[in-house]
């Protein structure tokens, strides 16, 4: 017999997702595995108003590629804007600004540069929304396998406010 465990799972994790970004609630929603980096990312795009700033160690031409329609809807909305901060160009980034032009904004600055989470002393890596929703993500050392550690939450100003905080301390350095 076929266990489906695993899919019922997922579904109920999609389903507290779309949930939580929908009401904007904020609850710390944990996150372990690439797909849930990928549902969480895809409802903080699509709920975000006018600006998403993503740090990104590596910017995963992968991952983002398979949120490339989130990110265009999000960008054809009235004065939105996108900010990156990452290690290195790839085609994605370049294709991103030759697409949107006004409204990306690309800063590359070297890994020494990244900030690294205090407990674990791992790079981190992070998205940030206006309407204070984020995703944290605090290491990616196994992320070959599949797995990733950080949690999200789409509603909570301070911690949103510390982020953008921390990522426009880094634009001052680029």
Do not use: W
Request: glycine share 2%.
């Amino acid at each position: 017999m076929i266990q489906r465990k695993p899919v019922r799972k997922m579904k109920n994790y999609e389903r507290i997702v779309k949930e939580a970004a929908r009401k904007r609630l904020d609850k710390r929603i944990p996150n372990s595995t690439l797909m849930h980096a990928y549902l969480l990312v895809k409802e903080l795009i699509n709920n975000a108003d006018k600006e998403v700033r993503i740090l990104s160690s590596k910017f995963n031409e992968g991952f983002y590629t398979s949120l490339f329609n989130e990110i265009k809807n999000f960008l054809s909305k009235k004065d939105s804007k996108l900010y990156i901060i990452t290690t290195k160009e790839n085609k994605l980034l370049n294709e991103l600004k030759n697409f949107f032009k006004d409204k990306i904004h690309i800063h590359i600055i070297s890994k020494d540069k990244m900030p690294k989470d205090i407990k674990r002393g791992k790079i981190v890596n992070y998205i940030v929304t206006d309407t204070n929703g984020y995703r944290y993500e605090y290491d990616d050392s196994d992320i070959e396998y599949g797995i990733v550690e950080g949690f999200a939450n789409f509603n909570n100003e301070k911690e949103a406010k510390y982020l953008i905080k921390n990522f426009k301390e880094l634009l001052k350095e680029v």
